[in-house]
């Protein structure tokens, strides 16, 4: 996007540098690196980073709004909703397309939002490697708000450990081992100093948690959710695991609600410019007659899962629950990133993090994808290179 730093990359770029920055980036936790990491970063200009930290504020403006809770109730489905909901997420996630403007530019338009952590941890570590392989400018950085790796690190601990003892607070996932971003969870163990613990391995005796610590039945007493209740659903052969929808006496991490609270499901509640137009099929009054322009998503699917691109009126009345789904406009992605074998397409995920005791949650970090296929995926960059995950370094206004 700043054509003279990406000239000066792609001039620097060799197979032999980026293969060294990999072995970097795998030996944080061998064989724990699931996902494809990409060949560059994505350098962001100080207006498109304005733009988009501007669309997340009149969207938090939506989410503190006294109302929220009760337009978004109908978003948790009833056989996941857990019980002792907070006041509000402690981690946000803001995913930005890099697409045309029509005149010629670049602006960002929001892809999705999450109440829901992302790879908080693992960035930590990808990103200094990443500025060091890029031989980063002084002027950019990774992180927002003034934040740096020290301040962030502090303040990711201070949320999710705070005054606890790390050994009372776990990170829960189903199979944390086998999941494509493992990686992230051992970082964090590596960082906060909590163990990830398999949902199968949870011991409940009445109202209270417990897993087994080196041998030692030990309470939990705050989760760091990294489970996602509808992918849970998909797994088989769990057996008897503990029921999560009753009520324990722990905290949670963000809590499991807001994943459903904040999602696809609040966009039609947003009006912004770098917001495309999105509505409950199960409202509209009149069906777009460009449905070309308008992409179909379930509210409650998994990575993408059952997303229509090209829609037809067929698809439309085929679907059995309007009132779960929603007709979004299509953006169209740039072709932002130059790179030997065609351009590829970029899409940046805003962390926001909120402290308890802060009005609104706060920009601190970032991670990036980059694509060539149809959709922002490991699916759809098969055999593909310059694609897959990285990190986007702002420059500082």
């Not at 776990?170 to 990830?196: A, H, S, V, W």
Request: a negative charge; glycine letters at 6%.
């Amino acid at each position: 996007m700043i054509k003279d730093i990406r000239e000066q990359f792609n001039a620097a770029f060799t197979k032999e540098k980026y293969d060294a920055y990999m072995q970097k980036i795998e030996a944080l936790h061998p064989g724990s690196l699931d996902f494809r990491n990409a060949e560059t970063p994505v350098f962001i200009p100080a207006d498109f980073t304005a733009k988009m930290l501007g669309a997340c504020e009149d969207i938090i403006d939506v989410l503190v709004d006294a109302r929220f809770n009760k337009m978004t109730e109908r978003g948790i489905p009833e056989n996941v909703k857990v019980p002792g909901e907070t006041a509000h997420p402690e981690f946000l996630v803001f995913d930005f397309g890099i697409c045309e403007d029509g005149n010629g530019g670049y602006e960002p338009q929001l892809i999705e939002m999450q109440g829901f952590p992302t790879l908080f941890a693992f960035q930590v570590f990808h990103s200094a490697l990443t500025a060091e392989y890029a031989n980063l400018p002084a002027d950019f950085s990774a992180y927002l708000n003034g934040y740096d790796k020290d301040s962030y690190t502090s303040l990711l601990k201070e949320i999710i450990v705070g005054d606890m003892n790390p050994e009372n607070v776990i990170l829960l996932e189903i199979f944390p081992e086998k999941q494509k971003t493992r990686i992230d969870f051992y970082c964090t163990e590596q960082l906060l100093g909590i163990k990830m613990v398999c949902l199968t391995k949870l011991i409940a005796e009445g109202n209270k948690l417990f897993y087994m610590n080196n041998g030692i039945k030990t309470p939990v007493k705050r989760i760091y959710n990294r489970l996602i209740f509808d992918d849970l659903q998909k797994q088989e052969g769990l057996g008897q695991v503990v029921d999560l929808t009753k009520p324990y006496d722990v905290e949670w991490v963000p809590h499991p609600n807001w994943f459903y609270r904040i999602s696809k499901f609040t966009l039609p509640f947003i009006n912004n410019q770098y917001v495309p137009q999105t509505y409950f099929l199960n409202e509209l009054k009149q069906m777009p007659t460009d449905l070309e322009n308008y992409v179909l998503k379930p509210l409650f699917s998994f990575a993408g899962m059952g997303v229509v691109i090209d829609v037809t009126l067929a698809d439309l009345e085929a679907v059995k629950d309007p009132e779960n789904w929603i007709l979004q406009k299509k953006v169209k992605y740039a072709d932002v990133i130059k790179t030997p074998d065609g351009p590829a397409k970029a899409e940046i995920r805003l962390f926001f993090f909120w402290k308890k005791g802060w009005d609104r949650p706060k920009a601190v970090h970032n991670l990036a994808r980059l694509s060539k296929g149809k959709m922002i995926g490991t699916r759809y960059n098969k055999d593909k290179e310059w694609v897959g995950g990285s990190v986007a370094f702002f420059e500082k206004g």
